[in-house]
């Protein structure tokens, strides 16, 4: 699954901006689609997944209630609205699809495996927030 992001940028803490990822190719039944994000010189986190069966979504702790994740199912797109940034949501912004749900959702929610590898994942759009 090709992946391609758009939306990053520079604002100014309490801020917004909305990310947005396009998918395509792939031969998978469903695409499970999330965002990633990953601080300078920090570890990779993920934030927010949404199931593309069900539409289930779920969020990090350090983005719940700030951060909104969508999908326009006809156009294959996914994304992320995010609401009053903050300094500390600086870093590198990934998409990631796959046919599986678990592993996805399991490291938005900080258990999963680190070192699983994705059907699909982009090339990285860079957020800064300013104090």
């Known amino acids: 699954v090709q992946l391609a992001e758009s939306g990053g940028g520079l604002v100014q803490a309490g801020g917004s901006l909305r990310l947005s990822c396009a998918a395509s190719g792939g031969d998978l039944i469903y695409v499970h689609m999330g965002w990633f994000r990953q601080a300078p010189g920090g570890v990779r986190e993920g934030i927010a997944c949404i199931n593309d069966e069900d539409g289930r979504i779920a969020y990090a702790e350090s983005v719940q209630g700030r951060f909104t994740i969508s999908k326009d199912n006809g156009a294959k797109r996914v994304y992320l609205q995010m609401d009053n940034l903050q300094p500390e949501d600086t870093g590198v912004y990934y998409c990631?699809?796959?046919?599986?749900?678990?592993?996805?959702?399991?490291?938005?929610?900080?258990?999963?495996?680190?070192?699983?590898?994705?059907?699909?994942w982009g090339q990285g759009t860079l957020v800064t927030v300013s104090s």
């Open positions: 990631a699809a796959d046919g599986a749900w678990g592993p996805l959702v399991d490291l938005v929610l900080g258990v999963g495996n680190t070192n699983y590898r994705f059907d699909g």
